[in-house]
Every structure is written in structure tokens, then in C-alpha cells.
């Protein structure tokens, strides 16, 4: 997908105040993250990590750097 859909996607929620139109959109987002077949205990990992990154608790890495670190060894 194109970040230009991307992007205008997320404009056009912006524009969007009804609620219900937005848990519409939240439930097809949601059940399509689901259907992707993740399991509930590395989806939860997944959302720990997340709030971990968000608070600055653990530090980020850059493909090219850990590309380079893997390189490295």
C-alpha cells in the first residue's frame, strides 16, 4: 500500500466526528489485525513493546543498524 493512501486515509478520519462511523472503521482495522493470524501472546508482547518505546523505557534501532550490527558478528 502506498503511503500516499495511507495518507489520505488518515486525513479523511481526522475529518470524521460522528462516532460511529470511527468504531466502524476501529472494528474493520481491528478484525483485519486479527485475521492476520498473530497470536494473542506475541500480539501482547508486541503492544508491551510499544508502550515501553512510547515512554523512552527501551531504545529503537534503525534497519541499517541492526543490519550493521548483524554484519558485524
Known sequence: ???SLKLELIEK???VNEEQ???EVKSV???TFL???I???LY???VQRRERAIKGE???YSWKEIKTELLNK
Open 29 to 31: 482495522l481491528d478484525q
Open 58 to 60: 527501551s531504545k529503537l
Open 35 to 37: 485475521d492476520s493470524k
Open 21 to 23: 462511523i470511527l468504531l
Open 44 to 46: 501482547n508482547e508486541l
Open 1 to 3: 500500500m502506498e503511503n
Open 13 to 15: 478520519l481526522l475529518k
Open 39 to 41: 497470536p494473542n501472546e
